[in-house]
């Protein structure tokens, strides 16, 4: 999507899709970020679209992408109101090994069965919105673990607690955490997990996966967003 006639220094700023610098990426998220006080609704779509190049990127340029999304990610805020309902989800990209990330991308092309999260503001909580794909192979993983089913296709899994905090790999950044250590979840891998999230324009978010390999030590696996979901989002 190209940008608005009303924003001309933003085209200028503007990097290039395929093979962006990754300072070239960091300064026009910069410059969407001061457009989205008077130009919300774009600058979100813009930032959304950045994001969304970046993983597409992946398989080329995974140094550069890298790069380029935790450059985003020390541009964003703690959420503020906190998030409230549910957000659509994106899978940007894993961050293991240079030779299993592409296995990762292949599958995550074709089959993806987590589609967002669902928040509650006031008890600052929440869980995963997943596809009924998911049920079959988390039987397998988890025996005893139950999904819930909301309706219109959708099931909530894996249950969190949300609160502010300084960030693990970021210590000089305040992060939105997403914590899923509690024993109504599995013990196997789930409750090693912490979400870090921030807000990068107004209803567009950016997080890392970060698990957990013992207790002082955390290894950020993945990049994910969220954004409010149609009719409401950018």
Known sequence: MGIDRRAPNLHALQPDPLEPIAEEVERYVAALQEFAESEPDLAGRQAWNQIRLAGMRGGRRRSEVLDSLNRIFRLGTVPEPPLDGPYDGLVVTTRTFALTDPLFRVLVSLWMPWVGKRFNAETMSGDNLMLPSARAPAKLVWPSYQFQDIGEGRYAAFRFRSYAGTGTTDRDRQVFKIDYDSAENPDFLIRDILDELV????????????????????WLGAYFALRSPAPNRP
């Open 199 to 218: 807000e990068i324009v107004p209803r567009v978010y950016l997080g890392k996966v970060l698990v957990r390999f013992s207790e002082h030590i955390r």
